[in-house]
Nanobody, 123 residues
Framework: QVQLVESGGGLVQAGGSLRLSCAASGQDFDMYALGWFRQALGKEREFVASISWGGGSTHYADSVKGRFTISRDNAESTVYLQMNSLNPEDTAVYYC????????????????WGQGTQVTVSS
């Protein structure tokens, strides 16, 4: 079992930056692949980024590539999402997710999800 708690969301102007954090509790954190999804109002949840258990492999949605960076600190059982050059289209609830198989994350089949944190980008 893994429990995930996101933080770091908020209101930011277009062009600004935010860093989301997701703290995990439970065993074997370093054995889990991790990811971030987001869901805008009235839209389906969409994949944002993923990172392998060792941190050596990352994947990004085309819409955030070059602007967002996912990273993890296994010693702190935390995954981060650094978001730069934010625009209003990035406004959404952002969810942290974990699964032992990274393919489950990239295909929206992860076992564990956080409660989400709201990110609002004003124009």
């Amino acid at each position: 079992q893994v429990q995930l708690v996101e933080s770091g969301g908020g209101l930011v102007q277009a062009g600004g930056s935010l860093r989301l954090s997701c703290a995990a509790s439970g065993q074997d954190f370093d054995m889990y692949a991790l990811g971030w999804f987001r869901q805008a109002l009235g839209k389906e949840r969409e994949f944002v980024a993923s990172i392998s258990w060792g941190g050596g492999s990352t994947h990004y949605a085309d819409s955030v590539k070059g602007r967002f960076t996912i990273s993890r600190d296994n010693a702190e059982s935390t995954v981060y999402l650094q978001m730069n050059s934010l625009n209003p289209e990035d406004t959404a609830v952002y969810y942290c997710t974990a699964d032992k198989f990274i393919a489950h994350i990239t295909t929206n089949r992860a076992d564990y999800w956080g409660q989400g944190t709201q990110v609002t980008v004003s124009s």
